[in-house]
């Protein structure tokens, strides 16, 4: 009963995140100025019709990992949530190639939702302390690496990948989040290499690293 009702809730998660993701999107790269009305946001560059198929996709993956693997609902949610956050960020990365602070806040926010969760559910200091221990490691290591990587690069790596990467670590832990980069890492490679060799892309130019951050997350939920 409880994987079904997950499964329920997890499908209209991801329908109800659409709206708001396309708004957050429309109000942050037209300048924070809010729309006149819906239609506005819908139709900016017809962006509504991708950004629909990928929400609706998290949620078929949620689900389809809720079935398999017997999530439990606050995994599940928390796990989607994440993903959803991701998808909005990495459709604006695209776009402005900024990521925005207030949907990594948002992603911080979640954190501590689903933190407070589960240190009520545990109700014991030593477990609360090894969740705090996990997630310290994971945020540490997450932002650490990036952080290393951006004053290597010199300006090829934003300040908000590296804020971006340290939420990740709080909920993947330290040996989520290595996963996590190392995927990206491995996918933005190979895009890079065939974009390289197709001529659509120069060695000084930057990608965005979100939707790679997305995709590689979405793997490391299918198979952690």
Known sequence: MEIMLTCIVSGLFALLSVIPGLYYRYYYINDKKKPQHLQQVLMAKRIWIPMTICHICIGAVIIGLTIYYRLSWDTALREQAVLHFLAVIASIDLSVKKIPNGLVAGLLSVWILFFA????????????GALLLRSGL?????GGILLICMLISRGGLGAGDVKLFAVLGLFYGMIGVLNVLFYTCLFTAVVCIVLLVARKLRFKDTVPMSPFILAAAVLYDIFS
């Open 117 to 128: 969760v589960d240190a009520i559910r545990a109700f014991d200091f030593s477990e609360i």
């Open 138 to 142: 994971g945020l540490l290591t997450g």
